[in-house]
């Protein structure tokens, strides 16, 4: 045997020996779109970088960030209308301060939203379990003030 670790979460099972799913109406394929939109610190460190990572402000990779909000995000939109395709809207709190446009674009299509932290500059994993709730919290509830709606999912931002 040997001595690696497992996680012990579940069994192997070849997918040969599965049975078969089918969604409703007898569909074999369920696809789930779901667009991070994020917002960033522009003068501090954190985040994902594109490029070798500057010192603060690393303006190179603010706004490679900032061009998805400002322009990427609409050419997904027109995109999703012309196919007809709903999508979630995973948004950071801070895009419904300082991009509410962004917001009320998901919301008219009614697209789900699903929260996603207060900002991508932060990293909720790295703090104690209470702060990180109380960040979700604020995240859900931020949201709920923009849209009218609790959103049901969560996912944290890494960086």
Same mark, same amino acid.
């Given at each position: 045997?040997?001595? %690696?670790?497992?996680?012990?979460?579940?069994?192997?099972?070849?997918?040969?020996?599965?049975?078969?799913?089918?969604?409703?109406?007898?569909?074999?394929?369920?696809?789930?779109?779901?667009?991070?939109?994020?917002?960033?610190?522009?003068?501090?460190?954190?985040?994902?970088? %594109?490029?070798?990572?500057?010192?603060?402000?690393?303006?190179?990779?603010?706004?490679?960030?900032?061009?998805?909000?400002?322009?990427?995000?609409?050419?997904?939109?027109?995109?999703?209308?012309?196919?007809?395709?709903?999508?979630?809207? %995973?948004?950071?709190?801070?895009?419904?301060?300082?991009?509410?446009?962004?917001?009320?674009?998901?919301?008219?299509?009614?697209?789900?939203?699903?929260?996603?932290?207060?900002?991508?500059?932060?990293?909720?994993?790295?703090?104690?379990?209470?702060?990180?709730?109380?960040?979700?919290?604020?995240?859900?509830?931020?949201?709920?003030?923009?849209?009218?709606?609790?959103?049901?999912?969560?996912?944290?931002?890494?960086?």
């Amino acid at each position: 045997m040997s001595d %690696l670790t497992h996680h012990n979460r579940y069994d192997f099972s070849p997918i040969t020996k599965q049975p078969n799913f089918d969604w409703p109406g007898g569909k074999r394929l369920a696809v789930h779109i779901g667009v991070n939109v994020e917002w960033f610190s522009f003068d501090n460190e954190g985040g994902a970088v %594109l490029a070798q990572a500057k010192p603060a402000p690393d303006v190179m990779n603010y706004t490679w960030r900032d061009y998805g909000n400002r322009v990427g995000i609409w050419r997904m939109f027109d995109l999703f209308d012309r196919l007809g395709v709903p999508v979630a809207g %995973l948004l950071n709190d801070a895009v419904a301060d300082h991009a509410p446009q962004i917001v009320e674009r998901f919301m008219a299509r009614g697209d789900e939203i699903v929260a996603h932290g207060r900002t991508n500059s932060e990293a909720p994993g790295q703090l104690p379990v209470d702060e990180e709730r109380a960040m979700i919290e604020q995240a859900r509830s931020r949201l709920h003030e923009a849209t009218g709606t609790t959103p049901k999912g969560y996912l944290v931002p890494l960086i």
